[in-house]
């Protein structure tokens, strides 16, 4: 299994600002995903984190807003930018442990629990 | 489009007595069903998933693709199975993406 960690655990910020997340994985992995988990909600999904290419983000999430890095293939960050009360969420990162990306597992981070005032 | 339906919130029952969480799931093709669980201050975790056809802590589930559901269940409830449970589902077609139901909290009363 995969052993991932994210930094910083939580964060309070103010409106306006911005705040990076990095996930950072102890293995190669050729799939990452950033999720998020609003209060008292499910996860959803925001963006797959591709290996020297563009996010793919899912419907309702923007590049300006989250912009991804993946820069190899065991790190990437994710970016709340211009934060407003309402990006009060939890953060998670997960990665796909497997080469070929079908039918393996994916594997949670603990999460960076984030409120913006 | 897929979508996942976990119709409970919360579901208390006393230990020893059976458990089952209930999850439908709406998918035209051949998804991939998994359970996921977050026990109290620790990271969400896969318990099971139907590929693999196992127990995982005495829960046990099993893909009904007549009734599209995947519920989870436990036939003797302990207290430490007390956690939020999500199902969770994927497909090929969507680039293996988790979709995740609401979750539901199960409290296992002594």
């Known amino acids: 299994s995969a052993v991932i960690s994210q930094k910083p655990s939580r964060d309070i910020c103010q409106r306006g600002t911005s705040l990076t997340i990095q996930c950072q994985v102890d293995?190669?992995?050729?799939?990452m995903f950033w999720y998020r988990q609003q209060p008292g909600q499910s996860l959803t999904l925001i963006a797959t984190?591709?290996?020297?290419?563009?996010?793919?983000?899912e419907s309702g999430f923007v590049i300006d807003k989250f912009p991804i890095s993946r820069p190899n293939l065991t790190f990437s960050t994710l970016t709340v930018s211009n934060m407003s009360p309402e990006d009060s969420s939890i953060y998670l990162c997960?990665?796909?442990?497997?080469?070929?990306?079908?039918?393996?597992?994916?594997?949670f981070g603990p999460g960076t629990r984030l409120t913006v005032l | 489009a897929q979508r996942v339906t976990q119709p409970e919130k919360l579901l208390s029952v006393f230990k020893g007595a059976p458990v089952e969480l209930k999850c439908n799931y709406s998918?035209?093709?051949?998804?991939?069903l998994f359970w996921y669980v977050q026990y109290s201050r620790q990271r969400l975790q896969l318990l099971l998933r139907?590929?693999s056809r196992e127990s995982i802590k005495g829960f046990t589930a099993d893909l009904n693709k007549g009734e599209t559901s995947f519920h989870l269940k436990k036939p003797f409830a302990q207290e430490e199975d007390s956690a939020m449970y999500y199902c969770?589902?994927?497909?090929?077609?969507?680039?293996?993406?988790?979709?995740f139901g609401a979750g539901t909290i199960l409290r296992v009363k002594s």
């Open positions: 997960s990665v796909v442990s497997g080469t070929s990306g079908s039918s393996d597992t994916q594997y």
């Open positions: 293995s190669q992995v050729t799939m």
């Open positions: 984190a591709n290996q020297g290419s563009e996010a793919t983000y």
């Open positions: 998918y035209s093709g051949s998804p991939e």
């Open positions: 139907h590929i």
């Open positions: 969770a589902l994927s497909a090929a077609q969507y680039g293996n993406k988790l979709v």
